[in-house]
Nanobody
Framework: VQLQASGGGLVQAGGSLRLACVAS????????MGWFRQTPGKEREFVLA????????YYGDSVKGQFTISRDNAKTTVYLQMNSLKPEDTAVYYC??????????????????????WGQGTLVTVSS
């Protein structure tokens, strides 16, 4: 299974951007899926995640009310809709998924270690 993230680019502050994460060899119908971001010299930061079984959604404190997650009907693509972007949202964004029979408990969604499949990053740059 591979994940492919795309949609990054340059956007002005206040603008919107939608990232996509495509799964090859598997669908996003079970397990959990998350987005993380990272800037140079800093640790990877949790953005948001969703557990498909009950649609429980988890948000990083800095993106509540600003970012949302959705999935296409075929369940092969997950989108990260980013609104009201700020320069501090500039980062490389990574999608990640937990595939497998075990269920990710709620508190674990915030940790990168909960995910066993990662996509390559896509760069988002927000200009002021």
């Amino acid at each position: 299974v591979q994940l492919q993230a795309s949609g990054g680019g340059l956007v002005q502050a206040g603008g919107s951007l939608r990232l996509a994460c495509v799964a090859s060899g598997r669908t996003f119908s079970s397990g959990s899926m998350g987005w993380f971001r990272q800037t140079p010299g800093k640790e990877r930061e949790f953005v948001l995640a969703i557990r498909w079984s009950d649609r429980a959604t988890y948000y990083g404190d800095s993106v509540k009310g600003q970012f949302t997650i959705s999935r296409d009907n075929a369940k092969t693509t997950v989108y990260l809709q980013m609104n009201s972007l700020k320069p501090e949202d500039t980062a490389v964004y990574y999608c990640a998924a937990h595939f497998g029979p075990t269920r990710v408990i709620s508190s674990s969604h915030y940790s990168a270690s909960a995910y066993n499949t990662w996509g390559q990053g896509t760069l988002v740059t927000v200009s002021s």
